[in-house]
């Protein structure tokens, strides 16, 4: 998946929201705890945010250059799901 190491190209900030303890937000923790390292090492420059709050909604948001941000809500996604859903914004 070369794509993931071109992140940092089209991404100014990766950043995931989600609740320590909801089963909604357990794929979007899985997905983080997977792929979190390897994302860091491909981009390392590129600052990937993990913000954990009680009762927060599973969320994706990237931020483009000129401040232009862009989400998506992970409530029912998969990890599949959501890795999709990154490498959409990663093309954009």
């Given at each position: 998946?070369?794509?993931?190491?071109?992140?940092s190209k089209n991404l100014r900030e990766?950043?995931?929201?989600?609740?320590?303890?909801?089963?909604?937000?357990?794929?979007?923790?899985?997905?983080?705890?997977?792929?979190?390292?390897?994302?860091?090492?491909?981009?390392?420059?590129?600052?990937?945010?993990?913000?954990?709050?009680?009762?927060?909604?599973?969320?994706?948001?990237?931020?483009?250059?000129f401040g232009v941000e862009k989400g998506?809500?992970?409530?029912?996604?998969?990890?599949?799901?959501?890795?999709?859903?990154?490498?959409?914004f990663a093309k954009l």
């Amino acid at each position: 998946m070369a794509w993931r190491g071109q992140l940092s190209k089209n991404l100014r900030e990766l950043r995931f929201l989600f609740c320590q303890s909801s089963p909604a937000s357990s794929p979007a923790r899985s997905f983080v705890e997977k792929n979190y390292k390897e994302l860091k090492t491909l981009n390392p420059k590129l600052p990937i945010l993990i913000r954990e709050c009680r009762d927060t909604e599973p969320q994706l948001w990237v931020r483009y250059d000129f401040g232009v941000e862009k989400g998506i809500r992970l409530d029912g996604l998969s990890e599949e799901q959501i890795l999709k859903a990154l490498k959409e914004f990663a093309k954009l």
